[in-house]
């Protein structure tokens, strides 16, 4: 059985735990790995605040040549890590390809951003008290940051803390998901030759319990983190003094218009709403369709879906594979049943076969359903129809949620009154909230977290405003 061990504070590690790894898709182990005990979790905090001057003080083409390096070992590696994502976490093999690219863009943007750190020169005598003085504002790392990232995107969400911290100058420890930590591991032996101070990156399966330490301990400045809302708001308030990025997911929602091409909407709701098996923070999850197209986009939908491909991850043509285990299965099953004795209609699917959920389209719906209310995270779509664009808008707001949403419409008027009137993160349109790409901001309103991510915005977060004030003459 092949074996990954963790990375330690600049060093490839075993511990005194061992855990296999297994293929969501036909139950079988892949790998062995080690969880890190508290030992090895204060050993790499040492580790990382021994590198945070130097880490400070990297000039820039420094830090350019070493994100660029990493981009392009993954690059080099392109299918090995698209394999290892299709067998950790069942992804279709085109998603885990997609994953793949995405994360070297993701580096890439990062080595870009590192030359443009932002400063400012301000002039102070706006008052009679600033006369004769000016102010020069720079941006600081913020010191040691702790990432926790979900299995759904394995590698690209746990890039997304790490590409932005080395930009910033900030050492990261990263707790990767125990079900799918193979690929993040896998990075590191691309990081531990990129020329990165050792002990800068530390990535560390835990459990629960020794990973709460990367919320709790005062030694780290910032905390991000990538999950459920239940789990992310309580870490909130454990988090202390440490600022707190959160991203937190929603149950996303779409509006096509009267005037929207049918067949771009129909497609790309497919993709949104079924994409790695709707287990995806955008995933398109409520669609509101104007009642004169309601019937013509039901019916073009669903044969649509009847179409899709199911089975092995790794076969390319593969659409749609397993979920990540076998209690996700169970669960969506549970609110897809609950919905249909609520009086919920299902147009297609609704019956699970172990680890595998099909397509699920329901409709007549109530607002309260777990399916229309909470985030599904699994296969599930639910059409309702509208009339008229206002009430569409109200729709998408009546959630706890505000992660992002798509509007398919060709009146511009629609399109102002969508964004300025829809409570979520970000509009997209034309196309479905799946949409993203990794140097937009992206995060949400309400329970869907606090903060934006996308490489930029992240490095922001990771860096403390400082001004100097002096003397002009």
């Known amino acids: 059985m092949k074996a990954f061990k963790i990375y330690c504070g600049g060093q490839f590690i075993t511990t005194q735990k061992s ?45 350019y040549g070493i994100l660029s390096t990493i981009a392009r070992q993954i690059s080099e590696k392109k299918e090995d ?5 299709c067998q950790e976490s069942a992804k279709p093999w085109r998603y885990a390809q997609s994953e793949v690219e995405r994360a070297i ?43 926790i990232s979900p299995f759904n995107f394995p590698l690209n969400l746990a890039v997304h803390k790490i590409a932005p911290a080395i930009a910033a100058g900030c050492p990261i420890i990263l707790k990767p998901a125990t079900s799918t930590p193979l690929s993040t591991l896998m ?118 879906a009847k179409k899709l491909t199911t089975g092995n991850p790794m076969n390319p043509d593969t659409d749609i594979s397993a979920m990540i285990d076998e209690d996700n299965a169970l669960r969506v099953e549970e609110w897809v049943q609950e919905a249909i004795h609520g009086g ?5 699917g609704a019956k699970r076969e172990g680890t595998y959920f099909p397509p699920t ?56 009154v969508a964004f300025n009137d829809l409570k979520v993160g970000g509009v997209v349109i034309n196309d479905v909230p799946t949409f993203r790409v990794d140097h937009m901001p992206y995060g949400g309103m309400k329970d869907s977290g606090l903060g934006r991510e996308g490489v930029k915005y992240a490095m922001m977060d990771m860096m403390e405003t400082k001004i100097l004030v002096k003397n002009r003459d």
């Open 19 to 63: 855990f296999e790894v297994i293929n969501p898709f036909d139950g079988k182990s892949i790998a062995k790995t080690w969880l890190a005990s508290n030992n090895e979790l204060d050993l790499a905090i040492r580790k990382a605040q021994e590198t945070e001057k130097e880490l400070a003080r990297l000039p820039v083409f420094e830090k």
């Open 81 to 85: 890590f698209t394999k290892i994502l």
């Open 105 to 147: 863009q993701t580096f890439t943007v990062a080595a870009e951003e590192s030359k443009r750190l932002p400063g400012e020169y301000m002039s102070l005598d706006w008052t009679p008290a600033g006369k004769g003085k000016e102010g020069i504002v720079r941006h600081f790392p913020i010191g040691l940051v702790a990432g």
């Open 187 to 304: 990075l590191a032996g691309i990081i531990d030759q990129s020329g990165l101070p050792k002990g800068a990156i530390s990535i560390l399966p835990m459990d629960r319990n020794t990973g709460n330490h990367l919320v709790t301990d005062e030694r780290f400045k910032l905390l991000s983190f990538t999950g459920s809302p239940e789990v992310g708001w309580e870490m909130k308030k454990e988090a202390g003094k440490k600022k707190t990025i959160l991203e937190l997911g929603g149950n996303a929602g779409v509006i096509v218009t009267e005037s929207a091409d049918m067949d771009l909407a129909v497609n790309k709701c497919l993709v949104g709403g079924f994409a790695y098996s709707g287990q995806v923070c955008i995933h398109a999850q409520r669609i509101y369709v104007h009642d004169h197209v309601f019937e013509t986009f039901t019916t073009k939908f669903i044969d649509a």
């Open 344 to 348: 919920a209609k299902a147009l297609l």
């Open 361 to 416: 389209v329901l409709t007549e719906t109530q607002r309260d359903m777990k399916v229309c209310a909470l985030e599904v995270f699994g296969p599930v779509v639910v059409l309702e129809p509208y009339s008229n664009f206002a009430s569409a808008i109200e729709k998408i707001n009546d959630s706890r949620y505000g992660l992002q949403a798509g509007v398919f419409t060709n009146h511009i008027d629609e399109m102002n």
